[in-house]
């Protein structure tokens, strides 16, 4: 059984303010991959457009390891644009006249959804590494359970990028009669040794951290250690190309190095205000739970090895989009997933899009990208008879 929650952030919501979203609290226990159960778990999420008659025009969006479910709207905590404000509204390549858009916070985030910062009920104090270690596999599974409540039997599309596009493979393979249609964008069936080892690098900052205190903080979480950890994760979202045209060498308020470790250079100081900002809308807990969860997605390993053996039932129409300066989720890795549905007969389309914005360009305004979104969209409306 479900019932309607309001979701709850990490601190009050902010000025200026904004929607802060729905959420569904099930009392039914979520079954995990780690052998234990979720009970009672919540999901909060956000929808935009209106489900027509036939709850044939539905689509989900899976964010990304630092998203949320503020995919097109303010950002309760921020103030500023959704995620993908770019991609999703009236008119838009996602468009939200005629599409019904939802976007959940996944199983073990930091935006309403039940994850280490909720409360535990069997202690009444937060779950902190109490916990349990969640999957990719896991977050579509509370997904699911929210789209069951929506009472919608079958999506028109799932989409997303990044750790977004695992997920829409994990629907495809876990639920493929209820997918039409599938958009992985900048992703992999599995997570490479170089990205785990960056991840890890960022779980030990945060657990160096004096304030972490074996994840048991309260309300002053270890910020040093979360900052840290975004700016070394947010090196690996841009290129060396990226780099140099928006900073190269160039200091920041200075016309000389101070031969000291301050911030010399505008892209130290850059790096520094990525990590702030940070803090200031994510747990550090949640970091540590959902970056594991991607260093565990290997979709070929849960099927003996065999990717295309993932997607053998699936009916779905996909689409895969890569971008050429991502060296996190490389070309490779996305026609990888293209040979692996070939090899099913699965109806298939591969775009590689010229940039030089890195694994980050799919947040950007890429109008290649734009395009193919759009196009993608719209030929699986008109296969779908929605106007």
């Known amino acids: 059984m479900a019932q309607t929650a309001n979701p709850t952030f990490l601190r009050p919501v902010s000025e200026p303010e904004a929607d802060p979203g729905k959420a ?47 995919a097109a709207s303010r950002h309760p905590l921020t103030g500023k644009p959704g995620w993908w404000d770019i991609m999703v509204g009236p008119g838009k390549p996602i468009d ?48 699911a359970a929210l789209i069951d409540a929506l009472g919608i039997e079958k999506l028109l599309s799932v989409t997303g990028g990044s750790m977004g596009g695992m997920q829409v493979l994990q629907w495809a393979a876990s639920y493929p009669e209820r997918v039409a249609n599938a958009m992985p964008i900048a992703t992999a069936a599995r997570h490479s040794a170089q990205n785990i080892a960056f991840h890890e690098v960022g779980r030990q900052a945060i657990m160096a951290d004096p304030d972490w205190k074996g994840g048991a903080y309260d309300a002053a979480q270890p910020g040093k250690g979360l900052a ?22 160039e200091l920041q308020d200075r016309d000389q190095i101070s031969f000291g470790f301050g911030q010399d250079f505008q892209v130290e100081s850059y790096l520094h205000h990525q990590g702030m900002t940070f803090v200031d809308r994510f747990d ?30 699936t009916k779905a129409r996909f689409c895969l989009i890569s971008f050429t300066s991502d ?23 591969f775009v590689e899009i010229e940039s030089d914005k890195g694994h980050d360009a799919f947040l950007l305004d ?3 990208m734009l395009g193919t ?15």
């Open 327 to 349: 060296w996190l989720f490389p070309t490779p890795e996305n026609k990888r997933i293209a040979h692996a549905l070939n090899a099913t007969a699965a109806n298939v389309s």
């Open 228 to 249: 840290v950890a975004r700016m070394a994760a947010h090196i690996t979202y841009l290129s060396e190309a990226a780099l140099q045209r928006k900073f190269g060498r």
């Open 24 to 70: 569904i609290t099930f009392s039914a226990p979520l079954a995990l991959d780690c052998g234990r159960t979720l009970s009672p778990f919540t999901i909060a999420y956000m929808t935009y457009g209106t489900l027509n008659a036939a709850r044939s025009n539905a689509i989900l969006i899976c964010h990304a390891l630092t998203g949320d479910q503020f």
């Open 284 to 313: 550090a807990n949640s970091y540590l739970y959902i970056t594991r969860a991607m260093d565990y997605f290997d979709l070929a390993g849960d099927y003996g090895g065999v990717l295309a053996d993932a997607f053998r039932n």
């Open 373 to 387: 979104v759009r196009g993608f969209m719209n030929a699986a409306a008109t296969a779908s008879g929605i106007r």
């Open 366 to 368: 890429e109008p290649e």
């Open 96 to 143: 939200t006249n005629r599409f019904f858009v939802i976007c959940t916070n996944v199983i073990g985030g930091c935006m309403g959804s039940t994850g280490p910062a909720s409360i535990n009920p069997a202690t009444g104090k937060s779950y902190g590494l109490d916990f349990p270690v969640v999957t990719i596999r896991d977050m579509v599974r509370a997904q």
